[in-house]
């Protein structure tokens, strides 16, 4: 998402123990700070009231590769969302947002010349994306295919990509807003000590989504399935059980039909994709004759519950946020950024090793790990190149879809193009441009 505040202005330190104006220099930025030779160093830092670059470059490149999983993942299902447990391309998308959307705020709420009024702003951008991503993923629009529009709203999808990240973004700005320290930074433990608020935030999240996901007891449950030649069809789900991670008797699914109703899920689950449920899987295809009673039954990649543990993704992104906004030295940055991603990988992979799969529907702990880790040395590198080296022109057009992610979120992977440029044809609605291109059916 675009963050307006994502700047560096100069400003007078109140909180980060300068005494002299924050404010990004070249001069700061030279090659003895990384110790590079002046041959092959070529600094080229933002100067003030510049965007970093690598912020909209970071972000672009989320964009670019949401787009290539919608439209390649059905082909190649290496990249295309992992049925169920384990992770490929795609699952690092939504992460990947994320974060960014948490180290932007870190810049958006560095000085605050009203609480309330701050924290009036962000509840009326959260309820913004809540109420866009309700009309552009409840259903209202139809698809490719279909030229008709509506839904009904015993049956809209209430949860979708930008309600996950409205709720994580109100979550971090509110902590950014009301639970920062006012003592100054002058090293790393001070800056700990300044937002140790936060970390509590982050554990308490974690904790009850532990709890809630291992704790929480999942009885047996029923759906029903309606065709136009069968009728209706009900499907009996026996679990009976606690702490279950597999598709059908997950806390996670079972708090979504509790408190959303399974009319308002989504209706097409990503592990109808697996062995059990698919027999051209990894691939969509026919049930296997043994397939389990909860194959076709909805449920929420996006529900309340993963998307309470999503939040700590966006609230690690803020803490890569501080470490700029205290540390002006892009060697100390680097140092920090590279030492965190790899203790959350780390920690992640031995939480998979001992039984806390990696899972992108439930959005595990291990998985929250994993996915924070490999944002961190991304926006590492990507910071090294655009913002340390310079190399600003090779990124350009990824910089350019970063500044304008939401516009093409919704033009491109909402399929609101696609579904303009279907909207016009000849003589019948099969004769347009899209389905002489092979777009469509």
Same mark, same amino acid.
């Given at each position: 998402?675009?963050t307006?505040?994502?700047?560096?202005?100069?400003?007078?330190?109140?909180?980060?123990?300068?005494?002299?104006?924050? @404010?990004?220099? !070249?001069?700061?930025?030279?090659?003895?700070? $990384? &110790?590079?030779?002046?041959? =092959?160093?070529?600094?080229? /830092?933002?100067?003030?009231?510049?965007?970093?670059?690598?912020?909209?470059?970071?972000?672009g490149?989320t964009?670019?590769?949401?787009?290539?999983?919608?439209?390649v993942g059905?082909?190649?299902?290496?990249?295309?969302?992992s049925?169920?447990?384990?992770?490929?391309?795609?699952d690092?998308v939504?992460?990947?947002?994320?974060?960014?959307?948490?180290?932007?705020?870190a810049?958006?709420?560095?000085?605050?010349?009203?609480?309330y009024a701050?924290?009036r702003?962000?509840?009326? @951008?959260?309820? !913004?994306?809540l109420?866009?991503?309700?009309? $552009? &993923?409840?259903g209202?629009? =139809?698809?490719l295919?279909? /030229?008709?529009?509506?839904?009904?709203?015993?049956?809209?999808?209430?949860?979708?990509?930008l309600?996950?990240?409205?709720?994580?973004?109100?979550?971090?700005?509110?902590?950014?807003?009301?639970f920062?320290?006012?003592?100054n930074?002058?090293?790393?433990?001070?800056?700990?000590?300044?937002?140790?608020?936060?970390?509590v935030?982050?554990f308490?999240i974690t904790?009850?989504?532990?709890?809630?996901?291992?704790?929480?007891?999942?009885?047996d449950?029923?759906?029903q399935i309606?065709t136009?030649?069968?009728?209706?069809?009900?499907f009996l789900?026996?679990?009976?059980?606690?702490?279950?991670?597999?598709?059908?008797?997950?806390?996670?699914?079972?708090?979504d039909?509790?408190l959303?109703?399974?009319?308002?899920?989504?209706?097409?689950?990503?592990?109808?994709?697996?062995?059990?449920?698919?027999?051209?899987?990894?691939?969509?295809?026919?049930?296997?004759?043994?397939?389990p009673?909860?194959?076709?039954?909805?449920f929420?990649?996006?529900?309340?519950?993963?998307?309470?543990?999503?939040?700590?993704?966006?609230?690690?992104?803020?803490?890569?946020?501080?470490i700029?906004?205290?540390?002006?030295?892009?060697?100390?940055?680097?140092?920090?950024?590279?030492l965190?991603?790899?203790?959350?990988?780390?920690l992640?992979?031995?939480?998979?090793?001992?039984g806390m799969?990696?899972?992108?529907?439930?959005?595990?702990?291990?998985?929250?790990?994993?996915?924070?880790?490999?944002?961190g040395?991304?926006?590492?590198?990507?910071?090294?190149?655009?913002?340390?080296?310079?190399?600003?022109?090779?990124?350009?057009?990824?910089?350019?879809?970063?500044?304008?992610?939401?516009?093409?979120?919704?033009?491109i992977?909402?399929?609101?193009?696609?579904?303009?440029?279907?909207?016009?044809?000849?003589?019948?609605?099969?004769n347009?441009?899209?389905?002489?291109?092979?777009?469509?059916?």
């Open positions: 998402m675009r307006k505040l994502a700047m560096y202005e100069p400003i007078k330190s109140t909180d980060d123990g300068d005494d002299h104006q924050w @404010r990004e220099k !070249k001069d700061i930025e030279s090659a003895s700070s $990384l &110790q590079i030779s002046s041959s =092959h160093y070529r600094p080229s /830092l933002p100067p003030d009231k510049e965007r970093l670059a690598s912020l909209d470059v970071f972000r490149l964009v670019a590769l949401m787009i290539l999983v919608d439209d059905g082909i190649f299902p290496a990249i295309n969302h049925p169920w447990d384990g992770v490929t391309l795609a690092f939504m992460p990947f947002f994320l974060f960014i959307v948490g180290v932007s705020l810049f958006a709420y560095k000085n605050l010349s009203c609480k701050a924290t702003k962000a509840l009326l @951008r959260s309820l !913004k994306l109420l866009l991503g309700l009309f $552009l &993923q409840g209202f629009i =139809h698809g295919n279909n /030229l008709t529009y509506g839904i009904d709203v015993d049956k809209i999808r209430i949860m979708g990509i309600q996950r990240i409205a709720i994580a973004y109100l979550v971090a700005a509110l902590c950014e807003i009301w920062k320290g006012n003592h930074v002058t090293s790393e433990l001070s800056m700990i000590k300044k937002y140790k608020f936060h970390w935030v982050a308490v904790t009850t989504y532990m709890y809630l996901l291992y704790g929480l007891y999942v009885p449950w029923e759906y309606s136009d030649d069968q009728g209706s069809t009900t789900v026996q679990c009976g059980v606690r702490g279950n991670t597999g598709p059908g008797c997950n806390a996670v699914g079972m708090l039909r509790m959303l109703g399974i009319h308002h899920l989504y209706k097409k689950p990503v592990y109808a994709r697996t062995k059990q449920c698919s027999m051209y899987s990894p691939h969509n295809g026919p049930l296997p004759p043994d397939a009673s909860w194959c076709q039954a909805p929420d990649p996006e529900g309340l519950l993963s998307s309470l543990m999503a939040t700590v993704t966006c609230l690690v992104g803020l803490h890569y946020g501080h700029i906004i205290h540390f002006k030295d892009p060697k100390k940055r680097l140092n920090q950024w590279i965190r991603s790899f203790c959350l990988l780390m992640g992979l031995v939480l998979d090793l001992f799969h990696l899972n992108k529907p439930l959005y595990t702990l291990s998985y929250v790990c994993v996915t924070a880790g490999v944002s040395f991304l926006f590492s590198a990507i910071y090294l190149m655009v913002d340390v080296y310079g190399y600003k022109r090779a990124s350009f057009v990824l910089q350019w879809m970063g500044i304008h992610a939401l516009p093409i979120y919704i033009l992977a909402c399929n609101i193009v696609f579904l303009i440029i279907h909207g016009f044809y000849w003589k019948k609605p099969i347009n441009l899209l389905h002489l291109i092979g777009i469509g059916k």
